[in-house]
């Protein structure tokens, strides 16, 4: 994900990220304490393992600066991120699989047969070309941020906005094979975006069961790990997300033990103490859904290591997995 932008306030001194978080890695799901002593095993010298490491930040796009007329104004929380991008243009290809049959039509049969999952690939790789239009502001529901922004990339120049897109794609994939009904808020086919309202608004006249947003991070270098971004209790101004925080709650300790289990991959050791869990009040995306939905950070992209299975489709498709048992798992109860 981008550190600065629609979905970050601007940064900041750094405060502490270890809120009440009561979910234990052990205990998110079955199999999920052998999948984090896997990538110890694996030669994790440069992470830190569970050793709180503090990310750098760095001024990036500008945050907002105008609170929403006639709103209050909400807790922020200072990204781990070190900027916005690194300046370089997406490629113009795309190296994942190929698309899938479109999102709409009709699913298989399965145990998911009639629930709808909106799937939110972050960012946009058109985003560069449209600096404007990304930049403007929009109302999310406490205050007003950016439309949209480029994401980040790992060092060489695989971008964010690639990575999602391509583990979406899978994730649908497997959706639909348990017979869900997946829609995207964009699959490559617009130019840039969508903002973030609409990306809310998109889940919202779905009427999904679930909406995972996907992104990965872009933190200092030695942060390593996922994390997903539950949404805060918020009543303010025209974001009100009381009913939806105990379900995105229930389906975000579901995704990350199961993300856990299927790619061995470690909880954050630098955002949510160990847990894999962070809660948030200043991202649109959430502020605004008026259905259960998390952000997923895959992996930081600005670290070698988990570039490295960021980068990875076979990696993907075990993160596309995790994700999708995750979401099974909370629409089956």
């Known amino acids: 994900m981008s550190y600065v932008g629609p979905d970050f306030d601007p ?18 799901v079955p199999g999920a304490l052998v999948g984090w002593l896997v990538w110890q095993a694996v030669g ?10 503090t990310s750098t930040t760095s001024s990036g796009a500008p945050g907002a600066s105008s609170a929403a007329p006639g709103s209050a104004s909400a807790a922020a929380r200072t ?5 916005t991008d690194d300046g370089k243009p997406p490629s113009s290809t795309f190296s ?4 899938p049959a479109a999102s709409d039509l009709p699913a298989a049969a399965g145990p998911l047969k009639g629930k709808v999952v909106v799937i939110d690939p972050g960012h946009n790789s058109g985003n560069f070309q449209h600096s404007a239009d990304i930049n403007r502001k929009v109302n999310i529901g406490t205050n007003w941020k950016e439309c949209d922004t480029t994401g980040t990339s790992t060092n060489a120049g695989y971008t964010e906005a690639r990575f999602t897109l391509d583990v979406a794609r899978r994730l649908r994939t497997l959706l639909q094979q348990e017979g869900a009904t997946v829609k995207f808020t964009q699959d490559g086919d617009r130019s840039w975006g969508p903002c973030v309202d609409e990306r809310a608004r998109i889940g919202n006249d779905a009427h999904a069961d679930v909406v995972v947003s996907i992104h990965a991070d872009g933190s200092a270098a030695g942060n390593r790990g996922f994390h997903v971004i539950l949404p805060a209790s918020i009543h303010s101004g025209g974001a009100d997300t009381r009913a939806i925080v105990a379900p995105s709650r229930d389906l975000g300790e579901r995704i990350a033990g199961n993300f856990v289990r299927d790619t ?11 847990t894999g869990l962070d809660v948030r009040s200043d991202l649109g995306g959430l502020n605004l859904s008026t259905v259960p939905k998390v952000f997923i950070e895959c992996g930081n992209m600005r670290d070698s290591k988990d570039a490295a299975l960021l980068t ?13 048992e995750g979401i099974v798992s909370f629409l089956r109860g």
Do not use: C, E, F, H
């Open 11 to 28: 940064p900041g001194p750094r405060r502490s990220r270890r809120g009440p978080m009561t979910v234990a890695v052990a205990a998110l």
């Open 44 to 53: 994790d010298s440069g992470g830190g393992g569970s050793t709180s490491a």
């Open 79 to 83: 990204p781990s991120a070190s900027g």
């Open 96 to 99: 994942g699989p190929a698309t």
């Open 264 to 274: 061995g991959s470690a909880p954050s050791n630098y955002i949510g103490g160990g």
């Open 312 to 324: 990875s489709g076979a990696w993907r498709q075990k993160a596309a997995r995790g994700i999708s």
